[in-house]
């Protein structure tokens, strides 16, 4: 009697109901994780030109990646679920306008996530994550790296997208019908939650599903290649909002003893470079101008006014920047912090209020401040951070006129600040007795690289170009002036950029020239010992004879306790390494060496992190 009574319930009309519901899941599900494999061959394919790959490799990255494909799926299949588990009791049109609104919420996901992680790799380097909501805060500037024909080409992209991916969404639904025997399929949906959940984190292991266990190979292409953005996106979203970041390798005797005398902050030195204690100084950070673009790569042709001077002025050739984005360089050269791979202290004022400043430990000694920036000066926060750093004047797109603030994407273009700084210098007395400090970032070197002038026939080195006719024109004028002779002019690139197969796999990307420069300086001198930009504040304020304690993690690079030298450079969620005669890179999702082979060093380098972490958190 009991086997007649479960085929009654599990046939005809009610089986059919039920079979109509289940196979809406696997129909549901199927398609997600077929838009995931999808995406990633157009990604693959999209990047191809700058990433080579084999047609083996394709292969390979699909399967590598699919087990987080389908993780991934199955979060998206819990509102479905849900939507089916009501239709037990409920199947009127409400039920049918969830589920499509849910349908155009999953197609606009996927569409932003497949088109910003396959439009954004070719210029950040690594997948999508949610760092990228940072930028909404100033959609404007955010949009300034894009040619205004790409925006308007990408977002009739994007809505076709979202209105292919939503039609095969809405395809899937049929009207239910009631069930009549209600329980076994409330049952079996019962049953399939927990299996669910244990899809999403990957089994019953202590290890849960994560970015790491889809990297397979030593091309951090294919790696990369094999990540579901959506995933990324959604992995990145807690870390990206907090304040904290929190690194532990060692214990804290291990740690202390990897870093011994590494950080030292005295300056203990034999002779000076400068004329004076008490220059007037211009400190420039030059948009993404690495050594790839000057004589450092081989170079003579893109910057060949700024190779010049490097020979007139107090050279660093062995500087290396510590990130790769503005926003971390702001804070490592002007505040001496050594960058974070997956936060920007810059965006955090709760946290850079308390760090030292190079503007601010000058004005103490009796500096005036002033900043000039063309761009939006509350982009990604850069002016609360620089009014912490210790500025106190500020002039930014807002202090120009219209005309000028459209003469580039980003707003005032490089030519046209330059000038206004060189007003300001004419108007410095000789005999005035208050030094002054000036910082200014350039921004002309920057996606869209659009700059009034086209020399050379590449886009981005014809950007460069123009950069350096910026350079010589200004330090041409600053030389006929009086005040050149008790001025320090400082030139430092930010970071360098993805170009010509560069990549966080290349030392050249990551190292930079510096060059001090002016009648301030008492000769021309080549400094080729391997530093970072983050070592300019000890440095400079080592020069000064001003106290840079505060500084901890700034070395004084021409101080006779300077022993240990090396560079330390990090990207998202991995760093690099240099000294004198190596180069590794680690990455910390998959926790390996990717390129060189230095135990030594990557341990240096956990060991950075660690302490630089442990040392934010108490702030």
């Avoid at 398609?31 to 084999?54: D, E, G, I, Q, Y």
């Avoid at 005036?368 to 009014?387: A, E, M, P, W």
Wanted: hydrophobic letters at 40%; glycine letters at 6%; aromatic letters at 14%.
């Amino acid at each position: 009697m009991r086997f007649r009574s479960l085929n009654r319930i599990f046939a005809g009309e009610n089986c059919n109901e039920m079979k109509q519901r289940v196979l809406f899941l696997i129909r549901y599900y199927i398609l997600s994780v077929a838009l995931f494999l999808v995406a990633k061959v157009v990604f693959m394919l999209t990047n191809c030109a700058s990433h080579p790959f084999r047609a083996g490799d394709l292969f390979d990255v699909l399967a590598h990646g699919f087990t987080l494909d389908l993780s991934t799926a199955l979060y998206f299949l819990i509102i479905p679920l849900l939507i089916t588990i009501v239709s037990i009791w409920y199947t009127g049109r409400g039920l049918t306008w969830a589920y499509r609104l849910w349908a155009v919420v999953t197609a606009i996901a996927f569409s932003l996530a497949f088109a910003a992680d396959t439009a954004l790799y070719p210029h950040w380097g690594y997948k999508l994550d949610a760092s990228c909501l940072q930028y909404l805060a100033s959609p404007a500037a955010a949009a300034a790296s894009v040619p205004t024909w790409q925006l308007i080409m990408g977002l009739i992209g994007l809505i076709a997208l979202m209105g292919f991916i939503g039609w095969g969404y809405w395809k899937l639904w049929q009207p239910l019908k009631r069930l009549k025997r209600r329980w076994p399929y409330a049952c079996l949906c019962i049953l399939s939650i927990p299996l669910i959940f244990i899809g999403i984190r990957g089994g019953v292991d202590k290890s849960t599903t994560n970015i790491g266990q889809v990297y397979y190979s030593q091309n951090a292409f294919l790696n990369h290649s094999a990540v579901n953005p959506v995933f990324s996106f959604l992995s990145s979203f807690e870390g990206s909002m907090r304040s904290d970041v929190h690194y532990e390798f060692f214990n804290s005797e291990r740690c202390d003893s990897l870093l011994v005398g590494v950080f030292d902050t005295l300056s203990i030195q034999p002779d000076t470079l400068l004329r004076t204690q008490r220059p007037n100084i211009v400190l420039v950070m030059l948009e993404s101008a690495g050594g790839q673009f000057t004589k450092i790569g081989g170079r003579d042709d893109i910057m060949p006014n700024f190779n010049r001077l490097c020979d007139e002025g107090i050279y660093f050739s062995e500087c290396y920047a510590n990130s790769f984005r503005t926003d971390r360089a702001t804070v490592s050269i002007w505040g001496g912090w050594p960058a974070f791979p997956t936060i920007s202290l810059q965006k955090i004022p709760a946290k850079n209020q308390s760090l030292p400043g190079i503007a601010r430990s000058l004005c103490e000694a009796g500096y005036d401040s002033h900043y000039y920036y063309g761009g939006d000066i509350n982009f990604t926060k850069k002016g609360s951070y620089l009014v912490n750093a210790g500025f106190e004047r500020f002039t930014w797109m807002e202090d120009f006129t219209r005309q000028e603030r459209k003469t580039a994407q980003w707003g005032v273009c490089d030519s046209i600040v330059f000038t206004r700084i060189l007003q300001e210098i004419r108007g410095w007395s000789e005999n005035e007795k208050t030094p002054h400090l000036i910082g200014y970032n350039t921004l002309s070197s920057h996606e869209p690289w659009d700059v009034p002038i086209q020399v050379l026939d590449d886009k981005v080195e014809n950007a460069f170009y123009y950069l350096d006719q910026c350079i010589n024109h200004f330090v041409t004028e600053l030389r006929r002036m009086p005040q050149w002779d008790n001025l320090l002019l400082i030139f430092i690139p930010d970071h360098g950029v993805v170009h010509n197969g560069l990549d966080e796999n290349s030392q050249l990307k990551m190292h930079i020239p510096i060059l001090w420069i002016g009648g301030a300086v008492r000769q021309p001198r080549v400094v080729d010992v391997v530093c970072n930009q983050s070592d300019q504040a000890a440095t400079l304020l080592g020069q000064l004879g001003l106290p840079h304690g505060k500084f901890r993690f700034s070395r004084d690079v021409f101080s006779q306790n300077y022993t240990q030298p090396f560079a330390y450079h990090t990207f998202n969620n991995g760093f690099s390494m240099v000294d004198s005669t190596r180069f590794v890179v680690y990455d910390l999702t998959s926790n390996q060496t990717v390129v060189g082979n230095a135990p030594d060093l990557i341990e240096r380098g956990k060991a950075i992190l660690q302490i630089t972490s442990e040392d934010l958190n108490l702030r």
